[in-house]
Each structure stands twice: as structure tokens, then as C-alpha cells.
T-cell receptor
Framework: GIQVEQSPPDLILQEGANSTLRCNFSDSVNNLQWFHQNPWGQLINLFYIPSGTKQNGRLSATTVATERYSLLYISSSQTTDSGVYFCAVDSGGGADGLTFGKGTHLIIQP | NAGVTQTPKFQVLKTGQSMTLQCAQDMNHNSMYWYRQDPGMGLRLIYYSASEGTTDKGEVPNGYNVSRLNKREFSLRLESAAPSQTSVYFC??????????????FGPGTRLTVL
């Protein structure tokens, strides 16, 4: 099956810093989603981005499908950005399940 | 609009006991999913239902059964719980407008401990 690798596994930053999280995948995809899992365990949808670039406030994401990677940018980090960021992909043709990476654990210190 | 709801939020079982995790969505989605998340890991797919009346195995189906009761509800059953099934269980759904048909939305999770 498709493989998903996220880097870095852990990241500690000061409030106000910028960061880039990377997701590599091993096959073509028809779905790529970025999620934020907050300290209470809730999974929050950030982006649906199988290709192209999107922005939402301080967050933006780019997927280069031909090179099989996606990047999540977080600018001007806030302590509420702390948590685990997951990339998840689906390479099937229908409504198949997502394959998740192991996540990037982000800690924003005040 | 509650999105995806799951009950219970927490559960403790003894080895060999059975239980059913409930999931419901009010987004008129066609597809529903069950995942488990173990410490330090991403989520892994247990079962999914592409549409009402169909179910298919995911990556880790052993020890579980599912029922797609109707379009809104998708339940996960553990017939004889084992300590290896201690995990957090997430339900998800996809397949309605105006969002893309395969964009998944997740419930809050059920934290299950098997002693």
C-alpha cells in the first residue's frame, strides 16, 4: 500500500516563529488532507489539498503531486498551534480510507 | 449541525467482554469509516462503508465487526475484547456537498481501555 512519511517528527519553536512541515508519499493520490490534533485529541481539518496551493489565515499548504510531496506552512506561531499535525492520503478511486503518516509533534513555547 | 458524534467518550472493559461503539453523522454523507489510534502513531483504518448497505475491511479488521445501520449510523463491535484493542477509536464520514466527495471529517473519539 501507499507509504506516508512526515518530517520532522518533533519541532519546538518560540511563539512568533515560522515553520514548514513536510509530507512525502509513495504513489499518486486523489486525496491529501492535513489535520491538527489538539492536546484534547480532537482532529481538526486544516486542508483538503491533493494538488495546488491553499491558504487559510496564518496557515498555507502546497502539494506537488508530480513529485509526491506536500508542505504545510505555519507563520507567526501561537501557543494554540501546539499539537500533532498529520498528513493523510488516499490513492484509491472511490471513497476509500485514508493512510496517515506518524505526524509532526509541534510545541510552541511562549 | 453536530457533524460526527461518537458514544461513549470513555470505556473500560475487562478481557473477554463485548461492546459496541456508536457513530452518527448529520451531514448526509454516503461514506463512513472507523479508525484506531495507538500512542505515537497515526490513525489506521479498521473498516469502512462506502455507501449504505456495504462494508469493507481496512488495514486492521481482526477482532472487530461493523454494521451500517442506515445512512446516518455506523457501529463498531468488539465481540471479545483483548488488551491489544486498547486504543482511541475515531469515526469519520465523507461524501456530501459542498465539500469534495472524499474529504473526511472526524468525530471526537472514544478512548477504550481493556484490562
Amino acid at each position: 500500500g501507499i507509504q506516508v512519511e512526515q518530517s520532522p517528527p518533533d519541532l519546538i519553536l518560540q511563539e512568533g516563529a515560522n515553520s514548514t512541515l513536510r509530507c512525502n508519499f509513495s504513489d499518486s493520490v486523489n486525496n491529501l488532507q492535513w489535520f491538527h490534533q489538539n492536546p484534547w485529541g480532537q482532529l481538526i481539518n486544516l486542508f483538503y489539498i491533493p494538488s495546488g496551493t491553499k491558504q487559510n489565515g496564518r496557515l498555507s499548504a502546497t502539494t506537488v503531486a508530480t513529485e509526491r510531496y506536500s508542505l504545510l506552512y505555519i507563520s507567526s506561531s501561537q501557543t494554540t498551534d501546539s499539537g500533532v499535525y498529520f498528513c493523510a492520503v488516499d490513492s484509491g478511486g472511490g471513497a476509500d480510507g485514508l493512510t496517515f503518516g506518524k505526524g509532526t509533534h509541534l510545541i510552541i513555547q511562549p | 449541525n453536530a457533524g460526527v458524534t461518537q458514544t461513549p467518550k470513555f470505556q473500560v472493559l475487562k478481557t473477554g467482554q463485548s461492546m459496541t461503539l456508536q457513530c452518527a453523522q448529520d451531514m448526509n454523507h454516503n461514506s463512513m469509516y472507523w479508525y484506531r489510534q495507538d500512542p505515537g502513531m497515526g490513525l489506521r483504518l479498521i473498516y469502512y462503508s462506502a455507501s449504505e448497505g456495504t462494508t469493507d475491511k481496512g488495514e486492521v479488521p481482526n477482532g472487530y465487526n461493523v454494521s451500517r445501520l442506515n445512512k446516518r449510523e455506523f457501529s463498531l463491535r468488539l465481540e471479545s475484547a483483548a488488551p491489544s484493542q486498547t486504543s482511541v477509536y475515531f469515526c469519520a464520514s465523507s461524501g456530501g456537498t459542498p465539500t469534495p466527495y472524499n474529504e473526511q471529517f472526524f468525530g471526537p473519539g472514544t478512548r477504550l481501555t481493556v484490562l
